[in-house]
């Protein structure tokens, strides 16, 4: 009887180990905009979940493939890929715009032009009937969204599935806070472009805390003012405010590390993964010694 029993225990140890349980899941990535090179590192969240069997699809518009065809046609291998107009072809003033500004240090009037033209991308999306019914017809399991585009709120608002947000730089002070809930405090987490470090003066703290402000306001009435537009004239979830819309993700995604930022908390859903995008380096031929 004993023996039985036992046979019996190590035929069910032996099942579970050769059985692994398989859950493939169907996945959206809305890598935001072609600026810059946000694609190669959004898209790489891409790679590593197909490779783990998953089936993931990318939202890109005709843009990406001035900037990243090969790329795209060498993904296209093992990821789907949806496609919407932007519209921006026939205005290249537009397009130079959306593209080019991660070049250069943009001013603030700049900057605020590039999220105007953020917004007519994502408005271009909205417009689009069929794209978003075939997505819809998708039943998406989950939306892995660049946050740099805050237009990522629209497009998940729309298709009502649960999303992570992916932030390809630090943890930003008032911007992630106000729209991801995260905290941090102005006495020793210095704004962005103020320079201080983490030990302040007294004036400095004030000051520190009057940049706080003056951001937390551009960034709710100015850069925020054509993505609500947007959500009430197509009446996206109208009973909930855009930083409801944008901010109630699993989790936040900061590919950064701990080691680079000021000291400041955290809270549990935002998590540092510096380096998970990183790629297999190649070892250097023996020209490139020589040339060195
Ligand atoms: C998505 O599909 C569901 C039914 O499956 C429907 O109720 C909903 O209105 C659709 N949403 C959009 C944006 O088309
Ligand atoms: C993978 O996703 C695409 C696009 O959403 C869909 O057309 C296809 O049927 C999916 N494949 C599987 C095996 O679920």
Not at 261 to 284: Q, V
Request: hydrophobic content about 45%.
């Amino acid at each position: 009887m004993a023996a039985c029993v036992n046979s019996r225990w190590i035929g069910a140890i032996v099942i579970a180990c050769v059985i692994c349980p398989v859950l493939c899941s169907n996945i959206l990535i809305l890598p935001g905009s072609p600026l810059g090179n946000l694609y190669i590192t959004v898209s790489r969240f891409g790679e590593l979940l197909a490779t783990r069997g998953h089936n993931v699809t990318v939202l890109i518009n005709d843009l990406y493939y001035q900037r990243f065809a090969g790329l795209i046609k060498q993904q296209r291998t093992f990821m789907n890929f949806e496609e919407y107009k932007s519209g921006f072809n026939e205005f290249p003033d537009a397009y130079n715009l959306v593209t080019k500004s991660a070049h250069t240090a943009p001013s603030i009037f700049e900057t605020l032009r590039v999220f105007d033209a953020l917004a007519d991308e994502t408005e271009a999306f909205i417009q689009d009937s069929n794209t978003i019914e075939r997505l819809n017809a998708s039943n998406f399991d989950l939306i892995l969204a660049n946050v740099f585009n805050p237009g990522y709120a629209l497009i998940v608002g729309t298709l009502r599935v649960p999303f992570v947000v992916i932030s390809t730089t630090r943890a930003l002070p008032v911007v992630d806070d106000l729209l991801h809930g995260l905290t941090s405090n102005p006495a020793y987490v210095p704004a962005v472009l103020t320079g201080y470090s983490d030990v302040m003066t007294f004036p400095q703290r004030l000051s520190n805390t009057f940049v706080y402000l003056v951001s937390a306001a551009m960034f709710e009435f100015v850069v925020l003012k054509p993505f609500k537009s947007i959500q009430q004239r197509y009446n996206i979830r109208p009973e909930i405010s855009y930083r409801s819309l944008g901010g109630n993700s699993e989790l936040v995604l900061f590919c950064s590390d701990f080691a680079f930022d000021y000291p400041r908390p955290m809270m549990p859903h935002a998590i540092y993964i510096g380096s998970l995008t990183a790629r297999t380096p190649y070892p250097l031929s023996q020209v490139s010694y020589v040339k060195m």
